[in-house]
């Protein structure tokens, strides 16, 4: 079997692409788009932690979220930033505290004031311009990077997805009902797909992959194979 520090190399001296990772919460994106961008050389950024990065600013300083312009206010105090993928709200390490209840019941609602979007999606823009990045969301493919050159759409039956983040939530110290849980998934579901900003949708020539069945490495083998495609095409 060829080294895989060898692989990397050669991929590293091949043209870079933007790989977009969309789909539903606990379908596996923000893992997947992890171990990606590790084997590729990438840069994975996980979009979702932003915009709950942005949600617990708004909690811990009592904004009210239904006040537009209260909330833009508090934007121009925002600095998102990333460091060995860890994420840093005005220079703290936030985490695990981005991971919390209250946190997963007011993000899809933060997600949909378009001026949180707006000021997300310049960064994330940003981020990308030199390409060789992984990016996982909701609206990666479709507003962040419509011209990516692999776009991916991950999905998961409920009881999977609900069963995967109570997991989730239990290595980091949270426990959470599974009915909660799925009661949550549902919800920001309804959202996210119905918000009139960027709503949560498959790019038309995005790859559809249903996870209930397999298991995170057979997801990364799958899309780093895509990539690999993607990158030679280019």
Request: charged share 30%; aromatic share 4%; proline share 1%.
């Amino acid at each position: 079997m060829e080294n895989r520090f060898l692989v990397r190399l050669k991929i590293a001296d091949l043209k870079k692409i933007v790989i977009a990772i969309d789909g539903y919460s606990a379908c596996g994106k923000s893992s997947t788009a992890k171990q990606v961008a590790s084997r590729l050389g990438y840069t994975f950024i996980d979009s979702g932690g932003m915009y709950r990065a942005v949600t617990l600013y708004l909690l811990n300083r009592g904004a009210d979220i239904k006040d537009l312009n209260n909330v833009e206010d508090h934007l121009n105090h925002v600095s998102i930033d990333f460091v060995d993928e860890s994420i840093l709200l005005n220079g703290e390490n936030v985490d695990l505290e981005i991971r919390s209840r209250e946190v997963n019941e007011n993000v899809s609602e933060v997600s949909a004031i378009s001026a949180v979007r707006r000021k997300m999606v310049r960064q994330q823009q940003e981020i990308g311009l030199n390409k060789g990045v992984v990016m996982d969301g909701r609206d990666i493919g479709t507003v962040v990077f419509p011209d990516a050159e692999l776009k991916v759409f991950m999905t998961a039956e409920m009881e999977i997805r609900a069963v995967r983040r109570q997991k989730e939530l239990s290595t980091k110290g949270i426990d959470e009902p599974l009915e909660s849980i799925m009661k949550n998934l549902q919800d920001r579901d309804l959202v996210d797909s119905t918000r009139v900003d960027s709503p949560l949708k498959m790019a038309e020539d995005a790859i559809e992959i249903d996870t209930t069945n397999i298991t995170l490495e057979e997801q990364v083998v799958q899309v780093v194979a895509l990539a690999k495609e993607k990158i030679n095409e280019n």
